[in-house]
């Protein structure tokens, strides 16, 4: 598969486009995770600490963005470069989320894929929930008091359970997003029911990593397929 690496387009925005970029940022803000996402005007504060980040004066804190609209900015800024033939892919540090019907609400993704399709970083960490014991050891501890030490117990009764930041197992993880991306790109359907496909859209940590690391691999129903891509004179790997 022949992979060509470009710049962060969100880092590399021409100055006369940065002050549009930093309010559409802005305006993309979840701010209601029970509501869809509504065109807004941001306000002066927000507007500015995203012109700083698109400009690398200021660190992406803990905001949430709604996933598509994220895609249209993208979409504009990667308008000339951007062919068709090729899946294109772009990682991301912002929390990313797209608004479920099903529940009524928004929900981080670790991958929204779409054209282009985004892969968020700290989604691999905060999309997937945490086993169950997590949240019901974490709630008796916080009456507790000592926070951090709190959070460290946590990640040290249930290592392996979950991925964490700086953990070496996110490389293989987003390995498998980007799959799930370049397939949407061929076929729009990304996903696979199986847990132990690389295409299984897991929605718990412990699906994540079972389904990502280790020895990975695609069902029999995937692996057929993607024998199939590749043996298409369209689509060139």
């Not at 460290?152 to 498998?176: I, N, Q, S, W």
Request: net charge positive; hydrophobic share 35%; with cysteine.
């Amino acid at each position: 598969m022949s992979v060509k690496v470009r710049p962060a387009p969100l880092l590399n925005v021409k100055a006369s486009s940065r002050e549009q970029v930093a309010a559409y940022l802005a305006s993309s803000r979840v701010k209601d995770i029970s509501k869809p996402i509504e065109p807004s005007e941001p306000m002066y504060g927000e507007v500015d600490y995203e012109l700083r980040t698109l400009r690398g004066d200021a660190r992406i804190g803990g905001i949430v963005y709604d996933g598509r609209r994220i895609e249209e900015i993208l979409i504009g800024l990667l308008r000339s470069s951007n062919e068709l033939e090729t899946a294109t892919i772009v990682m991301t540090d912002r929390f990313i989320s797209t608004y479920s019907q099903d529940d009524l609400r928004h929900h981080l993704r670790t991958v929204i894929p779409g054209f282009p399709s985004i892969i968020s970083v700290p989604g691999m960490v905060e999309a997937p929930a945490k086993p169950r014991q997590y949240y019901m050891l974490k709630q008796r501890l916080a009456s507790t008091g000592g926070e951090s030490l709190n959070i460290e117990l946590l990640k040290r009764t249930f290592k392996g359970r979950f991925l964490d930041y700086g953990d070496p197992e996110m490389t293989e993880v987003a390995k498998g997003l980007a799959l799930q991306a370049v397939l949407h790109h061929l076929t729009l359907k990304p996903f696979c029911a199986d847990k132990k496909c690389r295409l299984f859209n897991a929605h718990w940590q412990e699906d994540l990593l079972g389904s990502q690391t280790g020895s990975p691999g695609l069902c029999p129903k995937h692996s057929r397929r993607m024998k199939r891509l590749g043996e298409n004179p369209i689509v060139s790997w």
